[in-house]
């Protein structure tokens, strides 16, 4: 079996800075594994694992993510090989057009199952693997908490509001996995070092024949939300006269 993780790298949200005008910077943030994407790097290769398959994580984006330290990182916890696709245009593309890159990576590389973080820590939009597993035309859920082989097909967990659904799926799948769904470990010397010598493959858009793919969305301006002082309003009585005043207070605000 065949596992594709798809990964993206993205500043670290405690290095974000924003100025007096509400503008961010991300001059001196540091970039590493989307933080959601790392319990989708684990089950895919718990789930290699398991199937005697292997394990193949790909990211997209600008020469940046074309780093040492990335590439070791993302290898070092667990894939066999990484794909990566970098184009000087792709540092800040929208989700249409990373989703068809990615299916497009699909189709050459070969997978039984693709894997996705449930949303990215820099604009965590959780659209990403929806779309994919659509252009590809293949079984596609979401809030998937638990993965296991049976035979020819998967059988997930989904965690919903109230309840767990319980599913058997056939192959192939995309599926977005939820942060809770495992702990990944940080990675041992042993898994450092013997990530050095796994494969890395570079595509750019032409390989893939996607060189003529333009952007669906313009990105004009990227601004922190405004800081509001609380009301420190204190609300007392029975529950029944504390509702009344909550709903009271709400409606005065334009709330609801």
Known sequence: MNIIVCCKFAPDTQDIETRMDGSISLDKAVWKISEYDLQAIEAGARLAEATGGKCIAVSVGSPRIDASQFKKDLLSRGPDELYLVIDSNLANEDIAVVSTILSEVVKKVGADVVLFGEGSSDNYFQQTGLQVGEKLNWATLNAIDAIE??????????????????????????LTLTSSINNPPVPGMKAVLSAGKKPVTVLSLAELGLDNLAAHLEIVSTSAPKDADRKRQVITGTVAEAVAELVRCLDSEGVI
């Open 149 to 174: 082989s049976v035979g020819d097909k998967l059988k997930v967990e989904r965690l919903l509001e109230n309840e767990i659904e319980v599913l058997e799926i056939p192959l192939p799948a995309a």
